[in-house]
Structures are given as structure tokens and as C-alpha cells.
Nanobody, 122 residues
Framework: QLRLVESGGGSVQPGGSLRVSCAAS????????IGWFRQAPGKEREGVSC????????KYADSVKGRFTMSRDNTKNTVYLQMNSLKAEDTAVYYC???????????????WGRGTQVTVSS
């Protein structure tokens, strides 16, 4: 059974850090591009970062460049999103999703996790 399960969300103060994880089962992450997306209340879902299956440079949205770092651990079949210097505007549900290649369109991602809530508030 294919699964993507996000974890590690929570509440943090502005300027704090969180690491969210995306664990896959039923397929090997290393053969796919994996994207992180987020959706805040009342807003459209937006892409945060994406790591292609062949390695190479990881793409980041301008809004998170220099603050967020995406990584993979193929031995654990898991990807991570390290989020530093968090801001209130980073508050959202964070999702990971699978695709054949990194794309700005969420329509190109064929399998999604259920998401994990990240709240940044003082």
C-alpha cells in the first residue's frame, strides 16, 4: 500500500525552528521527485521545495530560500524539511507529494500525504 506520512509539525515562536518529516512506504522515494507544499487557511496551496530523483540542486520557493533546507535519507525512505527562522506567515499545513519530476504544478504530483500542521505564533 502506498503511503506518505508527514510528522514533526507543531507550534513554535517566531524565529524558532522545526523539522518535518515525510516517510514513504510501498515505494522507494529515491526513484521519485518529492515536493513539499503548504496551505494556509484561506489561501491556495503553494510549493515550498522539491528534490528530484536524480539528485542535483533542490528547488526552493523565494519565500523560504535561506531559511528552509530539504534533505533525503534513502536508507530510511524519508525526506525532511528543516525550517529555521520561522515567521508567522509560515503557518500552514505542510504536505509532501510524489512526482516523476519536480514541477511547479501540483497537478503533476500523483500521491500526497495528509499533512502536518505548523503554527508560528508568539
Amino acid at each position: 500500500q502506498l503511503r506518505l506520512v508527514e510528522s514533526g509539525g507543531g507550534s513554535v515562536q517566531p524565529g524558532g525552528s522545526l523539522r518535518v518529516s515525510c516517510a514513504a512506504s510501498g515505494f522507494k522515494l529515491e526513484y521519485y521527485a518529492i515536493g513539499w507544499f503548504r496551505q494556509a487557511p484561506g489561501k491556495e496551496r503553494e510549493g515550498v521545495s522539491c528534490s528530484g530523483n536524480a539528485g542535483g540542486r533542490i528547488k526552493y520557493a523565494d519565500s523560504v530560500k535561506g531559511r528552509f533546507t530539504m534533505s533525503r535519507d534513502n536508507t530510511k525512505n524519508t525526506v525532511y524539511l528543516q525550517m529555521n527562522s520561522l515567521k508567522a506567515e509560515d503557518t500552514a499545513v505542510y504536505y509532501c507529494a510524489r512526482a516523476d519530476y519536480c514541477s511547479d504544478s501540483s497537478d503533476d504530483y500523483d500521491f500526497w500525504g495528509r499533512g502536518t500542521q505548523v503554527t508560528v505564533s508568539s
